[in-house]
């Protein structure tokens, strides 16, 4: 995967938020490792709830009781990140469409924010996440193809697309598969084109996706 030069980022976007979330990704920590609710202080262990501070764009970890807490919340300040993870067969995108959205790689994720009151889109880099100046024009004729799209939770559940090495995947996911896929990118890239390594992340990483799109009760197929 080469990364061509990215593109500005918007300039309202906070970018300590997606810097904080990222070395919680990046971290090289053992797998039974017990870390601390960001918000009651209890232990929780790997695999536990995330909560997303939109005015902030913060992704937070949280034990059972403040995920909980926060469920159906939609005007508090936190929200729960949803274990939902949804392979859309059924999604059209055409190369033009692509190429309409003004993103410069094979791979992003796309996300309504509840702050802005818009559709905002990233991809990944060896820096981190990288803000693309997407077309308001471009998203909307994608909804009107893929109706689901208006179905994303804000700030919580984000499109991401992978049409790398000539895949056409497209997936509803929550917003923290999001920041875990950027963060195995900034751990993984080595040298200008990123190398074996990462190219083996991602498709492992696309590989536990389909895997948790089959699985019952935390995704469904469309």
């Not at 909980?68 to 274990?83: D, G, H, I, M, T």
């Not at 997407?134 to 009107?144: D, Q, R």
């Not at 179905?151 to 559940?157: A, K, N």
């Not at 509803?172 to 200008?192: K, M, N, S, T």
Request: charged share 20%.
């Amino acid at each position: 995967m080469t990364i061509a030069e990215p593109q500005r980022s918007h300039p309202s976007f906070p970018q300590q938020g997606w810097v904080a979330a990222l070395r919680g990704f990046t971290r090289k920590t053992s797998p039974v490792e017990a870390g601390r609710c960001e918000l009651c202080g209890a232990e929780i262990l790997p695999g536990h709830q995330h909560l997303v501070e939109p005015a902030g764009r913060r992704l937070l970890c949280c034990c059972q009781a403040c995920a909980v807490l926060f469920s159906n919340q939609a005007a508090a300040k936190y929200r729960r990140v949803p274990e939902r993870t949804e392979l859309l067969r059924g999604f059209h995108m055409s190369d033009l469409q692509w190429d309409a959205l003004r993103i410069p790689i094979d791979l992003a994720f796309f996300f309504r924010s509840s702050t802005t009151q818009g559709v905002v889109g990233f991809y990944p880099s060896p820096a981190g996440a990288t803000e693309s100046l997407l077309s308001f024009a471009a998203w909307e004729a994608l909804v009107a193809d893929n109706p689901m799209l208006a179905e994303l939770e804000s700030d919580v559940e984000a499109l991401l697309v992978n049409r790398l090495e000539e895949a056409r995947g497209y997936y509803r996911v929550p917003i923290d598969r999001c920041y875990e896929l950027v963060g195995l990118i900034r751990a993984h890239w080595q040298g200008l084109a990123g190398g074996a390594e990462v190219r083996d992340a991602i498709r492992n990483f696309f590989a536990r996706i389909e895997e948790a799109a089959r699985a019952p009760g935390l995704g469904s197929h469309a």
